[in-house]
């Protein structure tokens, strides 16, 4: 398949871009576009054949539910029933924006875009882009992230097509996303609200609107006989460069001692890297490739960058990768449940 592509400035929207684009899903067509959090892999959600394709474009196991991602409020409940008043209490403070709401689904929705689950998981992003595509496709765009299955999430138009070229119709790129990790996932189908993945709304921006809220344990254990993540796509091994990660925890002064250590040890047999706040990069410049994710109070920098530095890992022919521990208020969460599952749980304590 030949791939389009198209550059469209988010602040001045080409809409005969939008319009071609459209196009392309209403006929059962992929298109990549930009959101706030990461880029998405955008079909009809209401196609079991543009569902289908989706996966079979990412490589990705049919029983891990899309996100249908909407442009108007009033197109919500065509496709969610019992939606409670948490709801509309969470969308009036965090919608347009990065936060996947989970509701019990109409019929209209097919089983193929929800991974057979009797539940739809909705969003309504802010980036501009996705809603001038979403209302130009109909209103209901399944859009996972536009990555091969299990690779580093996309977020710029580069990202996209080293793994989309020639498997999807058109790719819009706007640029670097803003946030850089994919959204929070709250269930509200159950009694006590969950948080089924954290994003850049936190757990404590979530408890401040619903009151009592549960998080999946699979946030941050291992999913085993007794863990078993309610986000299906939690359970996959995710976010992953080819080389091996593991997280050092431990104060600052031993981290650092353990990874100059292992550099010395890797030196001219096993390429290294670490990603390293900025206050200690220098500590680290004979690895092969130091990923300086930025200050260690600059939460927003480390979050956009994780995705990027992963995927310059694989650039590299890295086979090791050792990564600090990040401590940020909001998006530290988010930042190290995308590390650990990056790292299969490896973490070593020193
Ligand atoms: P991605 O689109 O790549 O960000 O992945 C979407 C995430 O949302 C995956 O982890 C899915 O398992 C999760 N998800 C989507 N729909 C549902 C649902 N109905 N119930 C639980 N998790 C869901
Ligand atoms: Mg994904």
């Given at each position: 398949?030949n791939?389009?592509?198209?550059?469209?400035?988010?602040g001045?929207?080409?809409?005969?871009?939008?319009k071609e684009a459209?196009?392309i899903?209403?006929?059962?067509?992929?298109?990549?576009?930009?959101?706030e959090t990461?880029?998405?892999?955008?079909?009809?959600?209401?196609s079991?054949?543009?569902?289908?394709?989706?996966y079979e474009?990412k490589?990705?196991?049919?029983?891990?539910p899309?996100?249908?991602?909407?442009a108007?409020?009033?197109?919500?409940d065509r496709?969610?029933?019992n939606?409670?008043k948490?709801?509309?209490a969470l969308?009036?403070?965090y919608?347009?924006g990065?936060?996947t709401?989970?509701?019990?689904?109409k019929?209209?929705?097919p089983?193929e875009?929800?991974g057979?689950?009797d539940?739809v998981?909705v969003r309504?992003?802010?980036h501009p882009?996705?809603?001038?595509?979403?209302k130009?496709?109909?209103g209901?765009?399944a859009?996972?992230?536009?990555n091969?299955?299990g690779?580093?999430?996309p977020?710029s138009?580069?990202h996209?097509r080293?793994?989309?070229?020639g498997r999807?119709?058109?790719?819009?790129?706007?640029g670097?996303?803003?946030i850089?990790?994919?959204s929070?996932i709250i269930d509200l189908?159950t009694?006590?609200?969950?948080?089924?993945?954290?994003g850049?709304?936190?757990?404590e921006?979530?408890r401040q609107?619903?009151?009592?809220?549960?998080?999946?344990?699979a946030?941050f254990h291992?999913?085993?006989?007794?863990?078993?993540?309610?986000a299906p796509g939690?359970?996959?091994r995710?976010?992953?460069p080819?080389?091996?990660?593991a997280?050092?925890?431990?104060n600052?002064?031993?981290?650092i001692r353990?990874?100059r250590?292992k550099?010395d040890?890797?030196k001219?047999k096993v390429r290294t890297?670490?990603?390293?706040d900025s206050?200690?990069?220098g500590?680290?410049?004979?690895?092969?490739?130091?990923?300086?994710m930025?200050?260690r109070s600059?939460?927003?920098a480390?979050?956009?960058?994780?995705y990027?530095?992963l995927?310059a890992?694989?650039?590299e022919?890295?086979e090791?990768i050792y990564?600090e521990?990040?401590n940020?208020?909001q998006?530290?969460?988010?930042i190290?449940?995308?590390?650990?599952?990056?790292?299969g749980h490896n973490t070593?304590?020193?």
């Amino acid at each position: 398949m030949n791939t389009i592509y198209k550059s469209v400035d988010a602040g001045n929207i080409d809409q005969s871009v939008i319009k071609e684009a459209g196009q392309i899903v209403r006929r059962g067509g992929l298109v990549a576009f930009p959101t706030e959090t990461v880029y998405g892999l955008g079909g009809d959600a209401l196609s079991p054949s543009s569902s289908k394709k989706i996966y079979e474009a990412k490589g990705r196991p049919s029983d891990n539910p899309l996100i249908v991602h909407i442009a108007d409020m009033d197109d919500l409940d065509r496709i969610a029933e019992n939606i409670p008043k948490a709801a509309y209490a969470l969308a009036d403070r965090y919608w347009p924006g990065p936060l996947t709401m989970i509701f019990k689904k109409k019929s209209v929705v097919p089983s193929e875009t929800t991974g057979g689950l009797d539940t739809v998981a909705v969003r309504f992003p802010s980036h501009p882009v996705a809603q001038a595509l979403i209302k130009a496709s109909g209103g209901y765009i399944a859009a996972p992230s536009a990555n091969i299955s299990g690779r580093p999430s996309p977020t710029s138009g580069d990202h996209v097509r080293q793994d989309m070229d020639g498997r999807i119709d058109m790719i819009i790129d706007s640029g670097p996303c803003d946030i850089g990790l994919e959204s929070t996932i709250i269930d509200l189908s159950t009694d006590v609200p969950m948080m089924l993945r954290p994003g850049f709304v936190s757990a404590e921006m979530l408890r401040q609107v619903v009151g009592e809220l549960d998080t999946d344990p699979a946030v941050f254990h291992k999913a085993g006989a007794d863990i078993r993540p309610k986000a299906p796509g939690m359970k996959y091994r995710h976010y992953a460069p080819k080389g091996k990660v593991a997280i050092v925890s431990g104060n600052r002064d031993d981290v650092i001692r353990y990874i100059r250590d292992k550099i010395d040890g890797n030196k001219g047999k096993v390429r290294t890297a670490v990603l390293s706040d900025s206050e200690d990069a220098g500590q680290f410049k004979e690895a092969d490739l130091v990923a300086d994710m930025g200050e260690r109070s600059d939460e927003s920098a480390i979050a956009s960058r994780l995705y990027d530095m992963l995927r310059a890992c694989d650039d590299e022919n890295i086979e090791e990768i050792y990564s600090e521990e990040f401590n940020t208020p909001q998006l530290g969460q988010a930042i190290m449940n995308r590390l650990i599952k990056a790292a299969g749980h490896n973490t070593i304590k020193v």
